[in-house]
């Protein structure tokens, strides 16, 4: 209870209201005393100007100070403050509490002096001294709470219950999307993908649960694949293996002599599985990020005319021409010389793979800027609109056939693209149904 969200909340609000209470009565306090200490500056500066008056009377009157005492102490007791009236000579004519008549006045004593004249000359002094009272902080506090107390009071119970109201609907409101997010992710855990969170808030909640949703889609797309690729591999090596099985079993059965042809058959099922073997192992490698490059300054014509050579000869056996268009100047690349010959072979062999009798393909190179853009152009069937987004996935196959002819393993583009960003570039494809595709990769060039 004291971790969930909703006793946050409440406590927050609670938190705050107080906070608020607190500092704006804190604030009236203060102006209520500076209010209260201007007005008793003005009520002093009154009694002191109406003692004054009443001594001037009175000396005017009488021509000294005789007699003088009994309204002292009047005034005293009507005032609340001691009076202390002292002659030329200093010594103490009147005193509201009588214990300092006929003695010396120690001007150094608490209070105020002030110097009555009278034509001219001094008449004496008067000493004005407040008797002790409470501290103002304590009569502002007394007062204000006396007078608007019991309205913070009322109103500090009033704002927590309104707090209270306000976190109810506010924390179902924002509780709803995180509980079913919750839900979705317990889900999700126990291997069901195919769960979303559903919400209509546009606020960051409702950000969040649809970033949730995409990861959901990533993680069902990345299960549905490794999926496929656990039947794909278990078809590419069933088929060799069953096939080597069988070559063994009928050379066993004394039905096939191990000739010739029998050891030749056996090594291209072998290196069918070795292929698929290597590939395996050179994906993992470039996803643990430990692909080792041998980087060295190439001639990039030159490396693309001595790869293209033998495919011309394989696409030439099916009818389909392959021609080269180099710019007249390229600069030298850094590349690993056989990795960027593999990426060429694997998208000139797809674009066989998928090009008609008759039809062609063009391998161009040309400089941009401080890159060099490769790219494999064919005429063929083309692909999928729907299938582009997913063309470099591993064990993605547009043909989902399993013939090895035109269904591969799905590893080729996937590690040629792992390649291509190893060298710092980037592969990209497009493609339209029934026209052909453009497969292209840039590499920077040699500084």
Known sequence: ?????????????????????????????????????????????????????????????????????????????????????????????????????????????????????????????????????????????????????????????IAVAIALAMTFFLSRRILAPIRSLASVARQLGQGDFSQRVQTEDRSELGELAQTFNSMASDLERAEQLQRNMVADVAHELRTPLSNIRGYLEAIRDGIKKPDRDTIRSLDEEATLLSRLVDDLQELSLADAGELKLNCRVEDLAKLIEQTVAPVQVQA????????????????????????????????????????????????????????????????????????????????????????????????????????IEAHGGKIEVRSEPGKGSRFSFTIPISQ
Request: aromatic share 10%.
């Open 1 to 157: 209870m004291v971790h969930s969200l909703r006793f946050r909340l409440v406590a927050s609000f609670t938190l705050a209201i107080l906070v608020a209470i607190g500092t704006v009565f804190f604030f009236i306090n203060q102006a209520t005393q500076d209010r209260i200490r201007h007005f008793e500056e003005h009520i002093e500066q009154e009694r002191t100007s109406k003692v004054e008056f009443e001594l001037y009377r009175y000396y005017v009157g009488k021509g000294d100070w005789e007699g003088i005492q009994p309204y002292v102490e009047r005034w005293g007791n009507l005032y609340e403050r001691r009076i202390i009236l002292a002659g030329t000579d200093g010594v103490a004519v009147a005193d509201s509490e009588g214990e300092l008549l006929g003695n010396l006045y120690n001007p150094d004593s608490p209070g105020r002096p002030l110097s009555l004249s009278w034509q001219k000359g001094i008449i004496g002094t008067l000493y004005i001294i407040p008797q002790s009272s409470p501290g103002l902080g304590l009569v502002s506090f007394h007062i204000l709470f006396r007078s608007i107390g019991l309205y913070f009071l009322w109103g500090g119970l």
């Open 316 to 419: 030439a056996t099916k009818g389909i021409s392959v021609s080269i268009d180099l710019s007249d100047r390229l600069s030298s690349v850094k590349i690993d010389y056989n990795r960027i010959s593999q990426v060429l072979r694997n998208l000139l062999e797809n674009a066989i793979a998928h090009t008609a009798k008759g039809n062609s393909i063009t391998l161009t190179a040309k400089q941009q800027g401080n890159r060099v853009e490769v790219s494999v152009t064919d005429t063929g069937e083309g692909i999928p609109i729907e299938d582009l987004p997913n063309i470099f996935e591993r064990f993605y196959r547009v043909d989902k056939s399993r013939a090895r002819a035109t269904g591969g393993t799905g590893l080729g583009l996937t590690i040629a693209k792992r390649l």
